[in-house]
């Protein structure tokens, strides 16, 4: 037996425990209580838990019994006189954490990297699932030129193309003046002043052009069909087709990889060309290049493989921000919600994809020396 302020703990038949509680158990308390409870040595057996002569019980005690409960069989648990608190521990009961935080923020660490984990593969499973569809479907309409759909081909080179060349004009006027303005200042203090043709034509040719054209289409493009495909499949258009047994990917999709295939090639060049004449004028105002000069050494010292090179990229990048932008429009759920997320998704994938491809492809040359 053992007695104290707060309660008097016997063993009864049966090895059977009584635990009578007394006083107060208040959070004020609660720290001599749990002191004394920890010293008995307890056996796993029955217990009788009396509240007849308990004058104060907060919420603090009773989590504090509950836990200790644990150290029982919870079918041989008894309480008498407790009808002022069984309501309390119905409820402190049913909201008990038995574990600690810290361990169930660690599992749930490992089950939040799963879940991202299986999402990723679900994710890259679905997108090589349309990549394959949609090779299909241009394997198919190149059999079947009468499925290619040139009007809405014409409209979308149109709106991705024709539309964009002021901004892409003006923006590439501007990185060839910053490419000659800073590189006039390093050429001029070793008096190769001529040598700024080629760093510019060669830059801009070859990697910047390119790059840069692709992502501000891949802002424009990539949102656009995104949100167009996403407001279709909203308003239950893309489900019709399907009922009419129209494929979306070859209507939809294929029309604007074309597109893009097409024009941004020949955005590309027009890049080349107003990035060289922005850098020509530098090269005019600070290095003293005349423009003959310029145009002379462009043509002598500058190789055209510069050129195609950089037009051959354009047509993956095509290709590239026209599939993602089609895959994340398709992905679009039954809420406008989602299309603002789809369309900020499907912008950062292209502009990342279009980067990882460059670089990949500037590796491959510059080791085959191209």
Same mark, same amino acid.
């Given at each position: 037996?053992? %007695?104290? $302020? #707060? @309660?008097?703990?016997?063993?009864?038949? !049966?090895?059977?425990?009584?635990? &009578?509680?007394?006083? /107060?158990? =208040?959070?004020?308390?609660?720290?001599?209580?749990?002191?004394? *409870? !920890?010293?008995?040595?307890?056996?796993?057996?029955?217990?009788?838990?009396? @509240?007849?002569?308990?004058?104060?019980? $907060?919420?603090?005690?009773?989590?504090?019994?509950?836990?200790?409960?644990?150290?029982?069989?919870?079918? %041989?648990?008894?309480?008498? %006189?407790? $009808?002022?608190?069984?309501?309390?521990?119905?409820?402190?009961?049913?909201? #008990?954490?038995?574990?600690?935080?810290?361990?169930k923020k660690d599992e749930q660490f490992f089950v939040n990297v799963g879940e991202k984990s299986y999402e990723?593969? +679900?994710?890259?499973?679905?997108?090589?699932?349309? /990549?394959? +569809?949609?090779?299909?479907?241009?394997?198919?309409?190149?059999? =079947?030129?009468?499925?290619?759909?040139?009007?809405?081909? *014409? +409209?979308?080179?149109?709106?991705?193309?024709? =539309?964009?060349?002021?901004?892409?004009?003006?923006?590439?006027?501007?990185?060839?003046?910053?490419?000659?303005?800073?590189?006039?200042?390093?050429?001029?203090?070793?008096?190769?002043?001529?040598f700024i043709v080629e760093m510019i034509a060669i830059t801009m040719l070859r990697e910047i052009a390119p790059?840069?054209?692709?992502?501000?289409?891949?802002?424009?493009?990539?949102? &656009?069909?995104?949100?167009?495909?996403?407001?279709?499949?909203?308003?239950?258009?893309?489900?019709?087709? +399907?009922?009419?047994?129209?494929?979306?990917? *070859?209507?939809?999709?294929?029309?604007? /990889?074309?597109?893009?295939?097409?024009?941004?090639?020949?955005?590309?060049?027009?890049?080349?060309?107003?990035?060289?004449?922005?850098?020509?004028?530098?090269?005019?105002? =600070?290095?003293?290049?005349?423009?003959?000069?310029?145009?002379t050494r462009l043509h002598n010292e500058v190789p055209l493989k510069h050129l195609l090179i950089g037009v051959?990229?354009?047509?993956?990048?095509?290709?590239?921000?026209?599939?993602?932008?089609?895959?994340?429009?398709?992905?679009?759920? !039954?809420?406008?919600?989602?299309?603002?997320?789809?369309?900020?998704?499907?912008?950062? %994938?292209?502009?990342?994809?279009?980067?990882?491809? $460059?670089?990949?492809?500037?590796?491959?040359?510059?080791?085959?020396?191209?």
């Amino acid at each position: 037996m053992q %007695n104290s $302020d #707060y @309660f008097i703990f016997t063993k009864g038949e !049966n090895n059977n425990y009584r635990l &009578s509680l007394l006083n /107060i158990w =208040n959070k004020d308390t609660l720290a001599e209580i749990i002191k004394i *409870l !920890n010293s008995l040595d307890i056996v796993k057996n029955g217990l009788i838990v009396d @509240f007849k002569d308990v004058k104060e019980f $907060d919420s603090a005690a009773i989590i504090y019994l509950i836990s200790f409960f644990q150290r029982f069989e919870q079918k %041989n648990i008894v309480f008498i %006189n407790s $009808d002022k608190y069984e309501k309390s521990f119905e409820f402190f009961r049913k909201h #008990y954490q038995s574990e600690p935080y810290l361990d169930k923020k660690d599992e749930q660490f490992f089950v939040n990297v799963g879940e991202k984990s299986y999402e990723a593969y +679900k994710e890259a499973k679905m997108f090589i699932s349309f /990549i394959g +569809k949609v090779f299909y479907f241009f394997v198919y309409s190149l059999f =079947n030129p009468k499925k290619i759909r040139f009007k809405a081909m *014409l +409209k979308y080179i149109e709106t991705s193309a024709v =539309n964009a060349l002021m901004i892409v004009g003006i923006t590439s006027f501007l990185v060839g003046i910053v490419i000659a303005y800073q590189g006039a200042v390093q050429l001029e203090k070793f008096g190769a002043n001529i040598f700024i043709v080629e760093m510019i034509a060669i830059t801009m040719l070859r990697e910047i052009a390119p790059l840069v054209t692709a992502i501000v289409i891949a802002g424009r493009s990539a949102s &656009s069909y995104t949100a167009e495909i996403g407001a279709m499949k909203i308003t239950e258009e893309i489900d019709a087709m +399907k009922t009419m047994s129209f494929e979306p990917i *070859l209507f939809l999709t294929l029309p604007r /990889i074309f597109a893009l295939c097409i024009s941004l090639p020949l955005l590309v060049f027009f890049a080349d060309v107003i990035g060289i004449i922005g850098g020509m004028v530098i090269a005019y105002t =600070n290095l003293d290049v005349s423009f003959i000069e310029f145009f002379t050494r462009l043509h002598n010292e500058v190789p055209l493989k510069h050129l195609l090179i950089g037009v051959f990229k354009a047509i993956f990048f095509g290709f590239i921000i026209a599939v993602i932008g089609s895959y994340r429009g398709f992905q679009v759920q !039954n809420n406008t919600t989602s299309i603002g997320k789809y369309t900020t998704i499907s912008v950062v %994938n292209a502009i990342f994809v279009v980067i990882v491809v $460059d670089a990949i492809f500037s590796v491959i040359l510059t080791q085959m020396r191209i």
